[in-house]
Structures are given as C-alpha cells and as structure tokens.
C-alpha cells in the first residue's frame, strides 16, 4: 500500500506556557490517542522534531561557480510556523490519505502537508 | 481493529500532584512555586510529544523522567543553589527498583506532606482549600474558580498570596508529629469536608467539574487513612462519609439539571462498590474511644446507603444519630435535618413541633432548605396556604435554575 508523509505545521511555542491545566493537557493527548487507535496500524511512524535547535545549510555561489558551504542557526526564531513533526501513513490513495488525516486533532492547532513516499 | 483503553482517568492530575510532592520533597517547603513551574514544563513537554510518538508504555515513568531531568536542570543553571545542588540531586534519584512507583512508602508520605503543607494553618482557610485543589489535587486554576464560581484573577491572587506566605514559614516538608499532628490533622480534615461539599452541593457551578471536589477529596482521606500515623478513627468515619455520599452522585447525574430529593433516586444506580468501601471505613472508624461529628454523619450516611427503599430505612437510628449530634456540634442547619429525619421516624406530628421550634432561629431566616422543608411538612399536613408562603420564601433563597423549577412546580401544585 502506498504510504504518505504527512507533515504537520504549527506555530512555535514563544512566550510564556500557556496556563492549561493537567486535566487539559490530558484531554488534548487523549484526542490525539483516540486518532491514532481509529487508524490502528495505518501509522506507521510519528515523531517529534526538537524545537530549539535547527540548521539550515546552503551553497553560496552560483551553478558554474560554488561557493562555500553557509550554516544558519536556529532558522526558527523567526519564522511564523515551524514543522512540528512527523506522521508516516499507509493509505490506498491521495483520497483517502486526505481522509484519514481530516480528523486529525492538530487541524485546530496548525496544518497538514499530505505528500506520498516515492517507492522504487 | 484493537481498541487500546484511553489514558487512565485523571492521570495528569493525579501525577502532577505526586510530581509536585516528589520535586518539593527534594528542594524543600520554601520552593513550592519553582516544583510546580518544573512539574508544569514536564506535562507540557508531554503535550508536544505524545501526539506524535504516542503514549508511552508507562506513562507516570516518563513524566517523572522528564520532570527529574528538568530539576537536574535548575540546579545546574540557577548559580543559587550551588551549594546544596548535590544533596538535592541525590534526593532525585530514582529509588532502587523501578523509576517512579518502586517506592511506594516515601510517595504516600510525600503526597501526604504536601497536603498538610496546602493546609497550613498560617493560611486562611480560603487559601488552604484553593492551595489543596492546585497542589495536591492537580486542579488548575480556571477549574477551581469554575467549581467555587469566582473569577480566576481572584483565585490566582489567593494561591500567590497563599504561597508567598508558606515561602516564609520555612517550614521542613514533613508531615507533622507528635502533639502537633492532631490539630494539623483536624485542620486537613476540614478542608477536605469543605471541598467535598462544595462538589456535593446541588444547583452551585458546573456539574462534572463538582464531581470531581468529591473525587478528589475522597482520594486524599483515603491517602491520610493508609498511613498507620494518620489512620485515626476520624479519618475512617469521614472517609465512610464521603464514600456513603458520593455512591449516590451516579443517580444524581442520571438525570443532569434537576433536583432529586432523596425518595426519587433510582437506588439502583447507587455506587455499590463504593457503599462497600464506606462500609470498611465505617468498621475501622469504630476502633477506639473516638466519636467525632463525622462518625455520626458517616452512620446517618449509612443508614441511607443501606436501606433498600425510604420506608425501610432505619429511621430510629437516624433520628438518634441526629439527637447526638446535634448536642455535640449544635448547629441550626443539622437541626432542620433532624426535623425532615423525625417526619420518617416519629411521624409528621414531631417533625412539625421540631420545625415550628425554628422558625424564629436568626441563622435559619436566608436558608432556603428549612423554608423548603418546612412548606413541603405544611402541605402534607393540609396547610396550602401556609405551605404556599414557606414555598415562596424557598424560591426566593433559591440558587440555580434546576431548583427554582421544581419549587414553583411545587407552588402549582399546590393550586
């Protein structure tokens, strides 16, 4: 079956904590949980991408005449959203990957880029 | 497709307080503040990775993993605790055979240690229930000015207050021993009677969030009943008392938004396995000479808990309960109880004669259940007009919707 990346934006966490409470925090991971059961073994990976941190590295120059290699730091501070993380999903087509990814929780924190994995 | 159970009901709340007792344990009485930041930054840690990698297979284990290695933290960065940050860290340590529940004593006498310190007695009592709710029941702030219907700011404002003063009682996390533990005892046991009620009470706030005042207070008197220095028999008999109430909450909730009086509660939804707890607290409180207002409460409790219908509650037993109680802790409002309790087991005539006795008591003029009581006796005993007058005064005392229905429901029906 093939499988999509699905990568999940959001904005980065600035400020101080927001104030939620452990029974809060709770009912978000549980809503993330119920999510993950509905699709069972569909999910095959999901991780967390640190948010502190982060390079960016580009060749300077031009095609014909390389430069050296440039390394950004911490190319969130900045930046309006970050990728958060990750999930890796087994679906039988755009539609459906699209589908089951509708009533993903993280929809009303930020957004959902839907790409399929190229298998060779 | 294989349906896993969802998290554990309560689980951040119940570790978060346990989380907060292990780190003030470690940095001592006087930094509650920075164990609770530490604790906040551990969940919310959770927050942002769970959702992606999933629960993990011990949840309470990787909380107290994260919350620990952030404490580490503290100490190496902030330059003031240099000196103390090896004892401190090695308090942190995780206890030989497993990482968080390996050590089941020296939790329970955290736990038990942090909840003497939110009821200490150099805070008013507002402040210890409030500081109770945050600190040793995981509640947060927006959920206990839900449950107390007061604004946040104002509710926030106590619990900095209430912090700022045990900063300067510089007071060793212990639970206290020795002559002290009595009153200190006594003052825990208020504070959770007055939580417990708060919840227990109808028509005030927002229902599920009331339930869990009564949850959570029965947690913590049943954390005091299983360590041997503070099991007394008073503990049990409120814990009796708590478990006999609470059993009932499941009819209440059966139908949300109205008021149901004793007699119309479905017995069938009772809590029996909570009826049977209440029951072994019950039995443990008899140990010893002790007889406190909450042993009798917890037997008129019972009383109800065990009888199959209304007619077949021992309704002498009752009344005696009352009888005592009210010549041990005389009080307006157990008097009025007491008169609804003689109705059943003497008959309206004494029930009449208890409440006409009252009338006239100060303390009982803006307290609708007597007004309630008393119109619903007059109508029984062929009074409507009287009974009309008491109703009405009822309704105006009223709090809430659902109990302002059924009185002028009541009023109707009284033509």
């Known amino acids: ?120 | 497709m294989p349906s896993l159970p969802s998290l554990v009901d309560h689980l951040f709340r119940h570790e978060a307080s346990r989380l907060v007792a292990r780190l003030t344990r470690a940095f001592g009485a006087e930094h509650l503040q920075l164990a609770e930041d530490v604790v906040q930054e551990a969940l919310l840690t959770a927050l942002r990775s769970w959702p992606y990698r999933g629960v993990p297979d011990d949840p309470a284990a990787w909380l107290w993993r994260v919350a620990r290695n952030k404490a580490l933290d503290v100490l190496r960065r902030d330059a003031s605790w240099r000196q103390r940050a090896g004892a401190v860290a090695r308090t942190l340590e995780p206890p030989r055979g497993g990482p968080h529940s390996g050590d089941v004593a020296t939790l329970l006498d955290d736990e038990l240690a942090l909840v003497f310190l939110c009821c200490h007695p150099a805070l008013p009592r507002d402040a210890q229930v409030a500081l109770t709710l945050k600190t040793a029941a995981g509640f947060g702030t927006s959920e206990i000015a839900r449950a107390f219907l007061e604004t946040e700011p104002t509710v926030a404002q106590r619990l900095v207050r209430a912090k700022r003063k045990l900063r300067d009682q510089t007071e060793p996390f212990e639970i206290p021993a020795g002559e002290e533990l009595a009153a200190r005892l006594d003052s825990v046991l208020e504070v959770l009677y007055l939580v417990f009620n708060e919840g227990y009470a109808t028509h005030r706030g927002e229902e599920p969030v009331r339930a869990d005042l009564c949850g959570e207070a029965l947690r913590l008197v049943e954390l005091l009943t299983r360590l041997t220095r503070t099991a007394e028999p008073r503990v049990h008999a409120l814990a009796a008392l708590f478990c006999f109430q609470a059993a009932r909450l499941p009819a209440r909730a059966a139908s949300p938004g109205e008021v149901l009086v004793l007699d119309e509660q479905d017995r069938s939804l009772w809590d029996r396995e909570l009826i049977r707890r209440g029951l072994h607290h019950f039995e443990c409180s008899a140990r010893g000479a002790e007889l406190t207002p909450y042993h009798l409460q917890a037997e008129i409790a019972s009383c109800h808990a065990l009888a199959e219908s209304l007619e077949e509650t021992d309704w002498a037993r009752i009344c005696a309960a009352y009888d005592v109680l009210l010549g041990m802790a005389p009080s307006p409002v157990v008097a009025v109880n007491r008169a609804a309790a003689l109705v059943r087991g003497q008959g309206l005539e004494q029930g009449l004669k208890a409440m006409e006795e009252l009338r006239t008591d100060p303390a009982l003029q803006g307290y609708g259940p007597y007004w309630t009581a008393w119109g619903e006796m007059l109508g029984r005993a062929g009074d409507p007009v009287a009974a009309r007058e008491a109703l009405s005064r009822a309704l105006v005392l009223a709090e809430g919707p659902p109990l302002r229905r059924r009185l002028e429901q009541r009023l109707r029906d009284l033509g």
Not at chain 1, 90 to 102: F, H, K, Q, T
């Open chain 1, 1 to 120: 079956m093939p499988r999509y990346m699905l990568l999940l934006h959001e904005a980065p966490a600035t400020g101080p904590a927001p104030d939620l409470s452990p029974e809060d925090i709770q009912a978000v991971i549980n809503r993330y949980k119920a999510w993950r059961q509905s699709l069972g073994a569909r999910i095959q990976l999901g991780e967390k991408l640190k948010e502190e941190g982060g390079q960016a590295l580009r060749r300077e120059g031009s095609a014909g005449k390389p430069g050296k290699v440039r390394i950004l730091d911490g190319p969130y501070t900045e930046a309006k959203e970050i990728l958060g993380g990750f999930f890796i999903l087994e679906a039988g087509g755009y539609d459906e990957a699209a589908r089951l990814s509708e009533s993903c929780p993280h929809l009303d924190f930020g957004w959902i880029q839907v790409r399929e994995i190229e298998e060779t």
